[in-house]
């Protein structure tokens, strides 16, 4: 069974710095790349990042490049998105999403979702 | 960037009525359209991917169309559970886009 598990998020200050994680099981997760989509509050789905199986291929949406850098540890089963430079406008659901093929971009299984609350 | 547009942003419906939610691009995007479903608080769910192909496990009361710039998404016979809120999604090019949304409740 595909399992995503997103973790840390939270509270943080207008400038600050989060990493988010996504523990990924249940299908051989070097084959697939992965993304990350964020939902604010009572909005709509905001594709943020995309990384290719290998890791070697990263892409992001233009409001956080610069900002959010994408990565994986195949060894780890592991996603991460690094958040730095954080504004109230990135305060969000963010779910990480497993591509439904290796380079498809439609997303087939999606983690819970973590919540990130950037405020003073 | 390419613009997703949907249509209409809500809407009411009664269970058994037969429900279609439009999905614009601002270009050419071939087939490269994906529909999900998202009931609040949950994850989005994949329902239709490449415009037309079903998800496994999906009813098949869903059906999906078109190409180029104008896709539908279509509920035969609504039933219960398919009160949600539906988005387009294109992936054609990065960025990749979503449509605003589609909320569908009970009328």
């Known amino acids: 069974e595909v399992q995503l598990l997103e973790s840390g998020g939270g509270l943080v200050q207008p400038g600050g710095s989060l990493r988010l994680s996504c523990a990924a099981s249940g299908f051989t997760f070097n084959n697939y790349a992965m993304t990350w989509v964020r939902q604010a509050p009572g909005k709509g789905l905001e594709w943020v990042s995309a990384i290719s199986g290998s890791g070697g291929g990263t892409y992001f949406a233009d409001s956080v490049k610069g900002r959010f850098a994408i990565s994986r540890d195949n060894s780890k089963h592991t996603l991460y998105l690094q958040m730095n430079s954080l504004r109230a406008e990135d305060t969000a659901v963010y779910y990480c999403?497993?591509?439904?093929?290796?380079?498809?971009?439609?997303?087939?299984?999606w983690g819970q979702g973590t919540l990130v609350t950037v405020s003073s | 960037d390419i613009q997703m547009t949907q249509s209409p942003s809500s809407l009411s419906a009664s269970v058994g009525d037969r429900v279609t939610i439009t999905c614009r691009a601002s270009q050419s995007i071939g087939s490269y359209l994906n529909w999900y479903q998202q009931k609040p608080g949950k994850a989005p769910r994949l329902l239709m991917y490449a415009a037309s192909s079903f998800q496994s496990g999906v009813p098949s009361r869903f059906s999906g169309s078109g190409s180029g710039t104008d896709f539908t998404l279509t509920i035969s016979s609504l039933q219960p559970e398919d009160f949600a809120t539906y988005y387009c999604q294109q992936s054609h090019s990065i960025p990749l886009t979503f449509g605003g949304g589609t909320k569908v409740e009970i009328k």
């Open positions: 999403a497993k591509y439904r093929t290796g380079s498809s971009r439609d997303f087939d299984y």
